[in-house]
């Protein structure tokens, strides 16, 4: 059973600011990644998806996966208030077809 | 492309009753997973089908949850008899290659 941990919420940032979500994952093969936004009442979405170490950017999104320390994050840089959200990390390991997923990390920008 | 469909958004029922939920996936997509989650947490696989074939249900609760897939297309989950902490939103999500998953709006369960 692959475990996803992520960084307790809520984490609020200022509008402009860069909000940064950790998720850590307990199975070592584990071979894909992903993040989705959940906005309140509302079901997740997925925003990125990575499967190699590095970093890879989309908008003002960047995952960053580092599979030796089995970590996994997201940055959002100029957070905006429609960013307010809970993020969710989901983890896919190799041997098997479950997606695992974290409990998540509200994140409320202020304007 | 539409969207992952589901019905019905939400649905209240004593406990002891039985409940059933529909998905209708995106075009094309032969993977096809039901998720229950509860509040503050992140969504549990119930059950993951391939075309009309069961991948995993392991976490499926199988003395009263059952599922379906006819043709490899639509659907089905059902709850009977429903007890209290079934209460979640039961989210249907497809999948084109096994890896990203699209989500549904979910169904809003409310056991009284």
Redesign the interface.
């Known amino acids: 059973q692959k475990e996803v941990e992520q960084n307790s919420g809520p984490l609020s940032v200022p509008e402009g600011a860069i909000a940064s979500l950790n998720c850590t994952y307990s199975d070592r093969g584990s071979q894909s990644f992903f993040w989705y936004r959940q906005y309140s009442g509302k079901s997740p979405e997925l925003i990125m998806s990575i499967y190699s170490n590095g970093d890879k950017e989309d908008g003002r999104f960047t995952a960053q996966l580092n599979k030796a320390s089995q970590y996994v994050s997201l940055l959002i840089r100029d957070s905006q208030p429609s960013d307010s959200a809970t993020y969710l990390c989901a983890v896919k390991g190799w041997s098997d077809y479950k997606l695992s997923f974290g409990a998540g990390t509200t994140v409320t920008v202020r304007a | 492309e539409a969207g992952v469909a589901q019905s019905p958004r939400y649905k209240i029922i004593e406990k002891r009753q039985s409940v059933a939920f529909w998905c209708n996936p995106i075009s094309g997509h032969a ?1 096809l ?1 039901w998720y229950q989650q509860i509040l ?6 119930l059950i ?1 089908f391939q075309n009309n074939g069961v ?2 249900d392991s976490q499926l609760p199988k003395d009263r949850f059952s599922a379906e897939r006819l043709k490899g297309v639509d659907s089905t989950l059902k709850i009977q008899p429903a007890k209290l902490e079934d209460s979640a ?1 039961y ?1 249907c999500a497809s999948s084109p290659n ?9 169904t809003r369960l409310t056991v009284t």
């Open positions: 993977t997973y503050g947490q992140g969504p549990k696989l993951q991948v995993d939103v989210l096994g890896y990203e998953q699209y989500f549904g709006p979910g």
